[in-house]
């Protein structure tokens, strides 16, 4: 596709959200990696859809169920176009990357597991891609594995080889991390999982709102991502799974859109990916999906990631200069974070006052507990920066962690300068 030069300044206007004041103050939005905001091209392709061309999916044979039905697997297939996956049917629709790593745990993984097998993941998994293996390994009787990560909290390769084994049957990774942005070999870890004949499952949640995807050249068993976090909706997600997986798998949900035939006794399935759709799908939210699909196929996925990098890595280097700092994470190749304390100041204290003067940060453990706990701290402060955002925002960040010295100085003394 070709793509249109940009600045983060051009296309501020097309995110109305962003245009307004907290308090005195010009909001600064520096919480993509928890949801983006949205383009008025999403907002509105959603509003015409409602307002025109809203009715059931798959269900009725008039003009507007034949619109929303089309619309809807129009989404699927720039889905699939933009992680370059080989078939649409490989694209199944769910609720959140949350929904889709529950779904290959419960209708994939659990079904193949034994006492014994071994699921690989790292210690900096968020929840939603923990959780899913924890219940896993409890009702199957597989084991945990973790991936040591380095001192500075990165995957090698190196590290992966050394968690892999023959008992292997699972390795489930973040592609980017939600806490350090650091990301992972996924094309190697992938060639090592299937030596030993297991599969791989990315979550992509923190990497497909700023980088080209190509399942292909991962070579990647299941991918799972969320609209919300790359300017789509919430309440939509998806897991791409290869074709192959989806055949022998059994489905999770059953009831109505997923079948093939049913009877008094028994019900046969339909084809993947419907058979794994059960009920009426978010219909809207692939609409506005597939508009945001197409803002940044306009701009560029290699250009967002270059300028989300930059803005990251200025970011990085400007806090981790601050006195009383501490930043988490490697220093370099990072996407879109920067996680951060300031002396003794709790995270939720450090988020007030940013809040006070306008920029909107996330603190806490981040969905990441196991992580805080080795870090041994509780909590944490993230920014997180989108196409959106540029150097401006990073300097008022950087003015504000000053501010919030300033403000516990007198409560911490030495320990915050
Ligand atoms: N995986 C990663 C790496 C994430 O960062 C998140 C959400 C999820 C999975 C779950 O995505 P969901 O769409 O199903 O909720 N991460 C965050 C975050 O870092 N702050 O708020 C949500």
New binding site residues.
Partial sequence: MSTRPWTPRDIRSDFPILDQMIGDRPLVYLDS???SQKPRSVIEAMARFYERDNANVHRAVHTLAGRATEAYERAREALRRFIGARSASEIVFTR????S?NLVAQAYARMRLRPGDEIVLTPL??H??LLPWQRAARETGARLVYIEPTDDLRITEEAIDRAISPRTKIVAL?H???VTGGVAPIAHAARRAHDVGAAIVV?A??SAPHMPLDVQALDVDFL?F?A??MLGPTGI?VLYAKHEHLLAMEPYEVGGEMIERVTLMEATWAAPPWKFEAGTPPIAEAVGWHAALDYLGALGMERVEAHVMRLTALAVEALSEEPGVTVYGPREGRHAVVTFNIGRIHAHDVSTVLDAEGIAV?AGH??AQPLMTQLCIPAAV?ASFYLYNDEEDVARLVEGVRRVKEFFGDVFGESVS
């Fill in positions: 990696a928890a949801t959140s990357t949350t929904g790593l998994e968020h939603a891609n973040a980017v991390s939600n979550d949640a923190q799972a969320s919300h976090k997600g996330r981040h969905c993230r």
